[in-house]
């Protein structure tokens, strides 16, 4: 473990902020790990005041930065995402140690940033604009797209490097200049990736305040940087109420968001679709991360014919879950991020109880050290369960039958969420429905794969209390730099649009 630590440059006490110089005199918090309740290391947090000097020097970087040719900008992002290879390892057993995740999918979540790395390289040299017919002799019109400024990102525990990366990834070869805030539940990691941005940066004798950092509570901190104009776009990864609160604060100010919230993902099983293959999307698609990812599935759909069938044969693989230590190889699921979230679990689980909803497995914690273990939860419910309507941000699955396909995909869209979402069927009649604008409402809709591990090519986000972002691949660059439509006129006189005529 200190091997580790020492490998990506934690200390023991480490400064929470960068922006060139590494500053953090707040209050000093002890970071814990979940697999063993034991310290990894402190982190002090950044005060009000140095705070503003980090954000200064951010955006006093993006000045010159801007001007950088933005293939050159994609080296940089290159040497990045080459740092993070050499060091995917150790990263990825950072990520495991500090909130939980299978180291499986620690190195899952590394290489992740290093496939936005790539991306964001080829898009250095694709960041196209249009070019439009006028509708006047002797001019053109076209648009172009030009660095934004600061990109503030916030992030949250689940990923707590990946999605830094999908965004500074695109907000550097953009033009940008990027502040993050990580989860207070996972600052290590966020130094830890600060200090390889710093490294390049360094090495190519960039200023280093492109990539800050200020770790702080929401409240503080959070605040800061959703009411600051010198932040332009916000990326805001979290809760629904929280993304409420940063929306609000953000339009206030005329500033851009993407909000990334809440999901409640459900995959829809047809009797006539591969049990098998159902089986193993919506077994990983629950239990991985603990059920801690937006995209995790939280609700199965299963025809009435093969419900009974397919909820024998689900209870049977999660009877065998291997749960534990997450760095050991064999084990699927570790603990909750912590103790307070396997509380909140068992909260709703009594809550679907009380809602005449059926445990058939599951729920009960474990007693290792740490205290945060607790056995994946399936329910069985009926299709009008408040419960289903929230997301519960832990392993707990609900499942319920359905007659039609219109009537699961009804069941799929009926609830406030709108980030992912799957069908299993051989029907290509019922996939298409599925695709189609009558299908599902979700910004990620699959066929025959599951709800989670959407791949950095597509853009990322969803729909109605999800908020509407989108971040990754596609275009979702677009979001990161302001667009300009010129009009030049080349006539050699004035030629007014919408057909005015003008004597002088
Ligand atoms: C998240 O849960 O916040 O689709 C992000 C996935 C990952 C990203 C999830 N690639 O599961």
Known sequence: MQEILKALGIADVNPGGFSGTWTGSGKAQTVVSPIHGEALASVTNVTPQEFDAILTKCHHAFASWKLVPAPKRGEVVKAIGDELRRNK??????????????????????????????????????????????????????????????????????????????????????GDTVLWKPSSKTPLTAIACTKIAEKVLRAFGYDPAICSLAIGKGSDIGDLINTDPRVALLSYTGSVPGGRHVGRLVQERFGKHILELGGNGAVIVSEKGDLDIALGSVYFGAIGTSGQRCTSTRRVIVHSSIHATFLERLTALYAKTPIGDPRKN??????LVDTGAVDT?????????????????????????GGCYITPCI???????????EETFAPVLYVLPYDT??????????????????????????????????????????????????EIGGAFGGEKETGGGRESGSDAWKAYMRRQTSAINFSGRVELAQGITLEL
């Open 345 to 369: 679990m068992l909260a709703a689980i009594q809550t679907i109880k009380d809602q005449g909803g059926r445990i058939v497995c599951g729920g009960e914690r474990l007693p290792v050290a």
């Open 89 to 174: 390892a150790a990263l990825a057993e950072l990520v495991t140690l500090e909130m939980g995740k299978t180291l499986r999918e620690g190195l899952g979540e590394v290489q992740e940033m290093i496939d936005i790395c790539d991306f964001a390289v080829g898009l250095s040299r694709q960041l196209y604009g249009l070019t439009m017919p006028s509708e006047r002799r002797m001019h053109r019109l076209q648009e172009q797209w030009h660095p934004l400024g600061v990109v503030g990102v916030i992030t949250a525990f689940n990923f707590p490097v990946a999605v830094w990366s999908w965004n500074t990834a695109i907000a550097l070869v953009c």
């Open 330 to 335: 064999e084990i699927l699921m570790g603990p």
């Open 405 to 454: 396909i219109e009537e699961a995909i009804a069941l799929q869209n009926g609830v406030p969420q709108g980030l992912s979402s799957a069908i299993i069927t051989n029907d290509q009649r019922e996939s298409e429905l599925f695709l189609s604008a009558a299908g599902s409402d979700c910004g990620i809709a699959n066929v025959n794969t599951g709800t989670s591990g959407a």
């Open 379 to 389: 329910a069985s419910v009926p299709k009008d369960l408040p419960m289903m309507q």
